[in-house]
């Protein structure tokens, strides 16, 4: 990871779609925050190529006060690993019910599959940590914190 104070910053649609919204008060919070700092206490995470990795909100803050925000540049082997740190970078910071942690990590299931095969292809050959597509539902519970049952539920839902 480098640090850097300019590199030209990007929104990519599919990552801020990921992003849930943050409610009025939040959203007034986080800005009186960067405000009160004098800028950003957090850096945005940014791709070799300046897209938002984490750090929509803060972003959007800091373009309001007039702030030049503070950028941190991580880059990743393949587009799925970076799609999967984007989601797991918002389960980790969200007061999320159940339900809405569930529903985000299930974005990751077609990453995960995508992941699985391509491990697949390499024959063994990849990784020590192969997992069969099987599991794949296990794993999103994992990364949501609930059962692998709690898991397909709520895929269940959102699919009717």
Same mark, same amino acid.
């Not at 925050?33 to 984490?54: A, C, F, M």
């Given at each position: 990871?480098?640090?850097?104070?300019?590199?030209?910053?990007?929104? &990519?649609?599919?990552? +801020?779609?990921? #992003?849930?919204? *943050?409610? #009025?008060? /939040?959203?007034?919070? *986080? $800005?009186?925050?960067?405000?009160?700092?004098?800028? *950003?206490?957090?850096?945005?995470?940014?791709?070799?190529?300046?897209? !938002?990795?984490?750090?929509?909100?803060?972003? =959007? +803050?800091?373009?309001?006060?007039?702030?030049?925000?503070?950028?941190?540049?991580?880059?990743? =082997?393949?587009?799925? @690993?970076?799609?999967?740190?984007? !989601? @797991?970078?918002?389960?980790?910071?969200?007061?999320? &019910?159940?339900?809405?942690?569930?529903?985000?990590?299930?974005?990751? $299931?077609?990453?995960?599959? +995508?992941?699985?095969?391509?491990?697949?292809?390499?024959?063994? $050959?990849?990784?020590?940590?192969?997992?069969?597509?099987?599991?794949?539902?296990?794993? !999103?519970? /994992?990364?949501?914190? #609930?059962?692998?049952?709690? #898991?397909?539920?709520?895929?269940? !839902?959102?699919?009717?």
């Amino acid at each position: 990871m480098t640090s850097s104070s300019n590199p030209q910053v990007k929104i &990519n649609p599919e990552y +801020a779609s990921l #992003v849930s919204e *943050l409610s #009025v008060e /939040e959203y007034k919070s *986080l $800005k009186q925050s960067i405000k009160k700092e004098n800028g *950003l206490y957090v850096p945005i995470i940014v791709n070799q190529n300046g897209i !938002i990795l984490d750090g929509h909100h803060r972003y =959007k +803050a800091c373009q309001e006060l007039g702030i030049e925000p503070k950028t941190l540049v991580r880059e990743f =082997k393949d587009k799925l @690993d970076e799609q999967l740190f984007v !989601i @797991d970078c918002n389960l980790i910071r969200r007061q999320l &019910n159940n339900f809405q942690r569930t529903e985000l990590a299930l974005k990751s $299931k077609p990453i995960l599959e +995508a992941i699985v095969k391509r491990n697949e292809s390499l024959g063994g $050959k990849g990784g020590r940590n192969l997992t069969p597509l099987g599991r794949v539902d296990e794993m !999103i519970g /994992e990364r949501a914190g #609930v059962s692998r049952d709690t #898991v397909r539920k709520v895929e269940k !839902i959102l699919e009717n």
